[in-house]
T-cell receptor, first 112, second 113 residues
Framework: KNQVEQSPQSLIILEGKNCTLQ??????????LRWYKQDTGRGPVSLTI?????NTKSNGRYTATLDADTKQSSLHITASQLSDSASYIC???????????FGTGTSLTVIP | DGGITQSPKYLFRKEGQNVTLSCEQN?????MYWYRQDPGQGLRLIYY???????QKGDIAEGYSVSREKKESFPLTVTSAQKNPTAFYLC????????????FGQGTRLTVV
């Protein structure tokens, strides 16, 4: 069964600190994995995309990693800011059809 | 500028009423989707459409209906048959190719009063 699991479910960190969010998936055959940021009451916005051949990709203070062998991805946020407070959703697409498999998200709260 | 527009942002419905959520995109995307988001749960697929005049049920289609008369528009009707309609609804679109990126609207929060 195609599934995406994220951990932790929620996280509180101090402003300026780093954090890492985890995503494990069983989606097969794998095509790509995206991390989305969803602010409260808004639609998700794509942060990064990882394909099978990529193992690291950065977008400013966000760095995503992918281990396609173990089917794990992480999103590392450096020097967190208050505006990073949001839900981060891992989305995996197989290489057949227009399908998306969503994780339940990690709710990140950055406090001053 | 290009994007997906959902309206209204907030919607209140009395029990027993049907309501229609609007979703319009000007990205020239063939595929469009409706998702429901509840607290602590991932996005769940209600309906999707890959081409005009064609749509398919998702995982939780009961109590919902859609139409796709135009490429740009994919309205969702929440009928009185939907037992627990209070939720955050997201519309998305993507290019009609495998593993294309999904672009989301800003969502509609529906509350039954």
């Amino acid at each position: 069964k195609n599934q995406v699991e994220q951990s932790p479910q929620s996280l509180i960190i101090l402003e300026g600190k780093n954090c890492t969010l985890q995503c494990n998936y069983t989606v097969s055959p794998f095509s790509n994995l995206r991390w989305y940021k969803q602010d409260t009451g808004r639609g998700p916005v794509s942060l990064t995309i990882m394909t099978f051949s990529e193992n690291t990709k950065s977008n400013g203070r966000y760095t995503a990693t992918l281990d396609a062998d173990t089917k794990q991805s992480s999103l590392h946020i450096t020097a967190s800011q208050l505006s990073d407070s949001a839900s981060y959703i891992c989305v995996v697409s197989p290489n057949t059809g227009n399908q998306f498999y969503f994780g339940t998200g990690t709710s990140l709260t950055v406090i001053p | 500028d290009g994007g997906i527009t959902q309206s209204p942002k907030y919607l209140f419905r009395k029990e027993g009423q049907n309501v229609t959520l609007s979703c319009e995109q000007n990205l020239n995307h063939d595929a469009m989707y409706w998702y429901r988001q509840d607290p602590g749960q991932g996005l769940r697929l209600i309906y999707y459409s890959q081409i005009v005049n064609d749509f398919q049920k998702g995982d939780i289609a009961e109590g919902y209906s859609v139409s796709r008369e135009k490429k740009e528009s994919f309205p969702l009707t929440v009928t009185s048959a939907q037992k627990n309609p209070t939720a955050f609804y997201l519309c998305a679109s993507s290019r009609d190719r495998v593993a294309a990126e999904a672009f989301f609207g800003q969502g509609t929060r529906l509350t039954v009063v």
